[in-house]
């Protein structure tokens, strides 16, 4: 398995609240990615990442923002969270763009109530 | 930008038995189409894949089909397993522009093969 960790792995917090999740890879991956997987929309892009402090926006960014400080840190941070954003986020990584393979993480489940 | 339109949203198979899932794409210029295989709890994780210069790829069990003129792509497993319950993502790969490309999934196939 592709050595990326996502923390927390579960967080309940409140509307209006910031939050951030973390996603750390071992595989010295150029390319990393935050997802969220909703039942109805599935998987979404919200943000990803080329390179160090090289970011851009996906389908969904509004409300998030990222910062990728060291290849193998990728935050992702929600300023002032929403019951919309309660979801499943999943941190993916690539090495290769164009070979395309995207290895997922275990995956952050956020609730905001 | 890419669509990517999934079907069916839930498919019962019998054990032994075969399942196919079917995705179409709107964006002509897509050239790469995973599957994802997601179990309860877990991550997706890829488990085929099939580039728009080939029209089918097999990898036991399980086989891929590429349409470009038509722009669908299906997953077809055979013999299906309890193992194979899972939910499975299709995907296609577009250029986003600055030299980037994105994977655009579909919304997922929730497979159960009943013993």
């Known amino acids: 398995d592709a050595g990326i960790t996502q923390s927390p792995r579960h967080k309940v917090t409140e509307t209006g609240t910031p939050v951030t999740l973390r996603c750390h890879q071992t595989e010295n991956h150029r390319y990393m990615y935050w997802y969220r997987q909703d039942p109805e929309h599935g998987l979404r892009l919200i943000h990803y990442s080329y390179g160090v402090k090289d970011t851009d926006k996906g389908e969904v960014s509004d409300g998030y923002s990222v910062s990728r400080s060291k290849t193998e840190d990728f935050l992702l941070t929600l300023e002032s969270a929403t019951s919309s954003q309660t979801s499943v986020y999943f941190c993916?990584?690539?090495?290769?763009?164009?070979?395309?393979?995207?290895?997922f993480g275990e995956g952050s489940r956020l609730t905001v109530l | 930008g890419e669509n990517v339109e999934q079907h069916p949203s839930t498919l019962s198979v019998q054990e032994g038995d075969s399942a196919v899932i079917k995705c179409t794409y709107s964006?002509?210029?897509?050239?790469?189409f995973p599957w994802y295989k997601q179990e309860l709890g877990k991550g997706p994780q890829l488990i085929i894949d099939i580039r728009s210069n080939v029209g089918e790829k097999k990898d036991q069990r399980i086989a891929v089909t590429l349409n470009k003129t038509a722009k669908h792509f299906s997953l077809h497993i055979t013999e299906t397993q309890p193992e194979d319950s899972a939910v499975y993502f299709c995907?296609?790969?577009?250029?986003?522009?600055?030299?980037?490309?994105?994977?655009?999934f579909g919304k997922g196939t929730k497979l159960s093969v009943i013993p």
């Open positions: 995907a296609a790969r577009s250029y986003s522009g600055a030299g980037s490309y994105q994977l655009t």
């Open positions: 964006d002509s210029a897509s050239n790469y």
């Open positions: 993916a990584i690539s090495e290769d763009v164009y070979t395309g393979e995207l290895f």
